[in-house]
DNA sequence: ACTGGATCCTGATCGC
DNA sequence: TGCGATCAGGATCCAG
């Protein structure tokens, strides 16, 4: 489930039980995942004291004094902080008691990955990673100037993770209809003035739903609940078949890059 | 160098 | 109710 602001989030809502407490135990109950959590994960932790948590792209990292973490929660990934007495669940991949707390991780599709930071893949995944959609080095131009001699669709574009980290399948849906850029139109197809208002609204979607999730941060605690984004209105995404809310049309849906992609087809050239 | 497509895995949902 | 087919919010890898 997660996006973008369901990991920033997710990271919001468990730093302040981490940081400044140590991990007193940490219990692997199933190691495979996209790529194996590391052989040495509970012994290295062990005893290690939090020192910060935070995001990166769709990646959540994990700070100790002598190591850090870094995590993704794939398609079905994510971390809950629970009662250590409360009943296992199965898919949850990892304990980690800290406090008096448990931090869970489940992923029951395991497309998620535990890794050492410091660790060959995890720097590989990370040297690859574009601009933060929230930071002033995603903009328009820089959009523009990364499309020049790109000919696939701009939805695909803006969901690659070299061009601009952060843009799921459903705001890459939403951004361009907020945009009012059609998702097949080829990124090089696309001028200068118009990449500025996707980056826009790229920046306005992606803000709004962090703080919708934020307004559940303490359901963190209890393990229950979901981000209360998901309650928010979308445009496009999903609404196959329903009205345009700007103009009445049907919204149609077609594969575009292999993922479901919605759009207004009179809202949207 | 780019691009589209296959691929990893389980669970929820839908049609019959 | 049961069962098989289909699809899912990601992103890597590979063939053309």
Redesign the pocket.
């Known amino acids: ?3 973008l602001p ?1 990991v920033e989030t997710t990271a919001r809502g468990i730093a302040p039980f981490l940081v400044g407490q140590s991990f007193i135990s940490v219990r692997v109950n199933q190691p ?1 995942l ?1 790529w194996p959590i590391p052989a040495d994960f509970s012994r290295r932790l062990l005893n290690e004291s939090c020192l910060s948590v935070s995001r990166r ?3 959540l990292l994990i700070e100790t004094e002598n190591t850090q973490i870094l995590s ?5 990934g994510s971390f809950r902080l629970v009662s250590p007495n409360t009943p296992l669940k ?2 949850d991949h990892v304990q980690m008691r800290i406090g008096d707390l448990e931090l869970r991780y489940h992923d ?4 998620g990955c535990l890794l050492w930071a410091d660790s060959d893949r995890a720097r ?2 990370i040297s ?1 990673l574009g601009p933060e959609p929230l930071s002033d080095a995603f903009s328009g131009s820089w959009l523009y100037e990364q499309s020049r ?5 701009v939805k ?2 803006i ?3 070299a061009v601009v ?6 705001y ?1 849906s939403e951004s361009l209809f907020l945009s009012g850029i059609h998702p097949s139109r ?3 197809r696309i001028s200068k003035d118009r990449y500025g208002v996707l980056a826009e609204e790229i920046k306005k979607v992606l803000a709004r739903a962090i703080e919708s999730g934020g307004t559940t941060l303490r359901d963190f605690v209890n393990g229950q609940g ?2 209360g ?2 309650q928010q209105t979308l445009s496009v995404y999903g609404r196959n078949g329903e009205r345009c809310r700007q103009c009445e049309e049907p919204i149609q849906s077609r ?1 575009i ?4 992609s919605y759009f207004c087809r009179q809202c949207q050239r």
């Open positions: 489930m997660p996006e369901e495979s996209r792209a769709k990646y993704h929660l794939g398609m079905s199965i898919h029951p599709r395991r497309f590989q995944l690859q001699r790109r000919s696939l669709a695909s574009f969901m690659t993770n980290v952060g843009v799921g399948n459903i890459a080829a990124a090089n979901e981000p984004y998901f594969v890059g292999g993922r479901n």
